[in-house]
């Protein structure tokens, strides 16, 4: 399984942007799918977005749409998650996660399809 490390995190007013970077170490080739999740004070953690990491195909959270970029660069073992417009419903612990197996439009959003998860970074926006 790969070791994956968040970053990037920080606190921000409503409006602005954050870039949050997932740096898997060398078994990024194996990966699948990486998708990002969130969890905020009180509430479940919940899927942000996903990428399927040898090609295009992206999926978001109909809540994150247009305002979230997922991208990736093979050359660093880094995925991204560009968060612009943020909004204080926003604020929550950040976690990229790994999948092995596929990224598939009707379970890239499931948690228990992901094996590897990193430790979290916290985003907080203010209004």
């Known amino acids: 399984q790969a070791q994956l490390e968040e970053s990037g995190g920080g606190s921000v007013q409503a409006g602005g942007s954050l870039r949050l970077a997932c740096t898997a170490d060398d078994y990024f080739y194996s990966i699948n799918c990486m998708g990002w999740f969130r969890q905020a004070p009180g509430k479940e953690r919940e899927a942000v977005a996903a990428k399927y990491t040898a090609g295009t195909v992206t999926y978001y959270a109909d809540s994150v749409k247009g305002r979230f970029t997922i991208s990736q660069d093979n050359a660093k073992n880094t995925v991204y998650l560009q968060m612009d417009d943020l909004k204080p419903e926003d604020t929550a612990t950040y976690f990229c996660?790994?999948?092995?197996?596929?990224?598939?439009?009707?379970?890239?959003?499931?948690?228990?399809?992901?094996?590897?998860w990193g430790q979290g970074t916290e985003v907080t926006v203010s209004s």
């Open positions: 996660a790994a999948d092995f197996l596929r990224c598939r439009p009707v379970s890239w959003f499931q948690e228990n399809e992901y094996r590897s």
